[in-house]
């Protein structure tokens, strides 16, 4: 059974950093591509970061880039988001998803998600 | 960015009726979109992909069709556990989603 769990959420100050985490079971985690996608609170999804599976090719939202860095560690089947420079509307719920067969960018499997809410 | 657009935004039905959702992009995308289906307080779940696609063990009454720049999600007949709300999903390019349809009991 996929199992995807995220972890690190809370609440944090504007311009701060905060690392999500991801820890993945189930399926070959070397072999698909993983993803962040986030929700606002009554708000609609937007996706906010990919990484292939093997290459490691990444790729942002423009509303993150230069702020966030997704990455993964193999060996841990893990996938991290760091996040500086944080933003009130950064504030969202942050789901894990992985990523459809074929490296495609459709989302078959999603975690709970963790709330990061930016607020002083 | 593919801009995605849905229609209705709310749909009111009841139990046994036929339901169809629109989305349309911006542009082209073939047939790479997705539709997920969202429970309050729940993440989403993947329904249909590559516009007609059923993912594994959704309900046949889901359906999906559409390519180019206009799709849609046909419900066959609606059952209790289907009032949520629907998105559709890009993914030719960087993915975008669509506002979302709530649909809800009339």
């Known amino acids: 059974e996929v199992q995807l769990v995220e972890s690190g959420g809370g609440l944090v100050q504007p311009g701060r950093s905060l690392r999500l985490s991801c820890a993945a079971s189930g399926f070959n985690f070397d072999d698909y591509g993983m993803h962040w996608v986030r929700q606002a609170p009554g708000k609609g999804l937007e996706w906010v970061s990919g990484?292939?599976?093997?290459?490691?090719?990444?790729g942002y939202a423009d509303s993150v880039k230069g702020r966030f860095t997704i990455s993964r560690d193999h060996a841990k089947k893990s996938l991290f988001l760091q996040m500086n420079s944080l933003r009130p509307e950064d504030t969202a719920f942050y789901y894990c998803?992985?990523?459809?067969?074929?490296?495609?960018?459709?989302?078959?499997?999603w975690g709970q998600g963790t709330l990061v809410t930016v607020s002083s | 960015d593919i801009q995605m657009t849905q229609s209705p935004s709310t749909l009111s039905a009841s139990v046994g009726d036929r339901v169809t959702i629109t989305c349309r992009a911006s542009q082209s995308i073939t047939g790479w979109l997705a539709w997920y289906q969202q429970k309050p307080g729940k993440a989403p779940k993947l329904l249909i992909y590559e516009a007609s696609t059923l993912e594994s063990g959704v309900p046949s009454r889901f359906g999906g069709s559409g390519s180019g720049t206009e799709f849609t999600l046909t419900i066959s007949s609606l059952q209790p556990d289907d009032f949520a709300t629907y998105y559709c999903q890009q993914y030719k390019m960087y993915p975008t989603f669509g506002p979302g349809t709530k649909v809800d009991l009339k």
């Open positions: 998803a992985k990523g459809g067969t074929g490296s495609l960018y459709f989302f078959d499997y």
């Open positions: 990484i292939s599976g093997n290459l490691g090719s990444v």
